[in-house]
């Protein structure tokens, strides 16, 4: 005996058994028990979510006898009678569907509400299923809007499009309309167990994951993709065949090519992508995953306690969290998208993918400055009391407005001195070499460069980032010494806007210069410590708190690793 699909097998024969659409439902339902039924309903929805099942449920409802064939209209239809049994079979006679996209013309709709003008046969509605009706020619509309406005009592129109947009205003106010939502994939995968324990097959959890997801909310698509592994896998449904067949990129190659950006691990990589290609994965997917992947990372940054602490990647992703700043996660994200967007522009897919993670790689260290046992952190600019060493500066090198003009005469000597102060102690000239150990001058010991670029006005970029990730490592009169750990920070004119932004401060003429090397202290690296250090105090405060404890040695209470958050500074 030929086997039937799972799609056809399994479809819905009755509300109750409907999934995903309960608002539909609940619609329908109220209005078949108090008799308050309209002559036309559209169904919109992307494919497989039940527009044409729903139809058949409504038209068996409308027509049903019920078992001792004396029934009325009902919204439990009996599945017994012979207009149930007949319509599920596809022979009701007053029950037609009509396919738009190869019945578009105007003669066709003509023909068909020619026949509208008779009274049902078998049934007690005549129910017209025109699908895919945005198909359907302009003339076409024209045709059915009059008799779609004042139907006979015993008429009723059903139409279903994927494609709302392109359905005529004119016919959209003479229908009630459905909006038919995607299946979540909780829904798909409880679904498909249901039918493989009915169907006596095996199945792993999360092999049915990875069809509800590749399905994108089609339940049709599911069950087809069901049916498919069934014959890839020879009777059972096993992840890892189910993978296979469908292409999919393993969370596990994702996670390391995360955690490689997240090390700044270039080889390691290009090692991955390798093996990718050698799999015969999709590239395109690969993206997808890693969007997600990143998804999940920024929710447990933002809101920890919504993360799915059941998934197998919990822990790992948790810690990604914990490492990688927000502001890094939100940009690889984006950048991910556009590059998933960008993949049928580059020479093939493979260049396509590895252009997108360089992309992630070049922008990492950017935005994280050298801080590498704590992850890519991006400097934020913040408000912090003037050091010990700031405090013995005047006002204008500190950052802090300067003396007008017209001021007393000790004020005028005050400001004259910041020049005595920045000149270096030997007066050499001498040009440093970064392979080499650098003695810290007078003027670099007189200024505090991190507290220093804190109160700089810089616009948000790389003139921010060179300010804060910056040291500042030799002063000589007008001429300062910077060292950077990328010269990617310099580009772009962030020197200039940077020197601007210094004179505009001092008051004064000041010359930058830029090298690269290791750099030791910039605001960036302080900022990073500050965050550690609370960070640490906090996670140990909640360890030692009295009522903590208590929670986990009596209830068995855990702590969330990545939940503790140091409280803001109070104003």
Known sequence: MTSVALARKWRP???????????????????????????????????GVGKTTISRILAKALNCTGPDGKGGVTSQPCGVCSACTEIDAGRFVDYI?????????????????????????????KVYMIDEVHMLS???????????????????FVLATTDPQKVPVTV??????????????????????RVLQAEGVPADTTALALIARAAHGSMRDALSLTDQALAYCAGAVEAAAVQQMLGTVDRGDVLSILQALAAQDGPALVAQIDQLEARGLSFGAALEELAGMLQAIALRQVVPQAADADEPQHAALTALAAQLSPELVQLAYTTVLHGRNELSLAPDDRTGFTMTLLRLLAFSPLLGGDVPPDGLMLPRPQTTAPTPAEARLPAAVAGQPPVPAGETEADTVAVSAVAASLAPADGSSQQHRNDAPRRADAGVEAIDWPSLVQRLELPVGLPRALAQQSELVAVQAD????????VQLTRAGAVDKLQAALREALKREVSLRVETGDVSDSAAQREARARAQAQAQAEAAIQTDPLVQELVHELGAQIVAGSIKPAPPSA
Not at 172 to 193: D, E, G, T, W, Y
Not at 479 to 486: E, G, T, Y
């Open 13 to 47: 024969k009755s509300f109750a058994t409907l999934v995903g659409q309960d608002h539909v439902v609940r619609a329908l339902t109220h209005a078949l028990d108090h008799n308050r039924l309209h002559h036309a309903y559209l169904f919109t929805g992307t494919r």
């Open 97 to 125: 569907e009509l396919d738009a996209a190869s019945n578009r013309g105007v003669e066709d709709m003509t023909t068909l509400l020619e026949q509208a003008v008779y009274k049902p046969t078998a049934g007690r509605f």
């Open 138 to 156: 302009n003339h076409a509309f024209n045709a059915m809007l009059k008799t779609l406005e004042e139907p006979p009592d015993y008429v009723k």
């Open 172 to 193: 959209l106010s003479r229908c009630l309309q459905f909006n038919l939502k995607p299946m979540p994939p909780a829904a798909i995968v409880s679904h498909l167990q």
């Open 479 to 486: 001429d300062w010494l910077l060292r950077v750990p990328n």
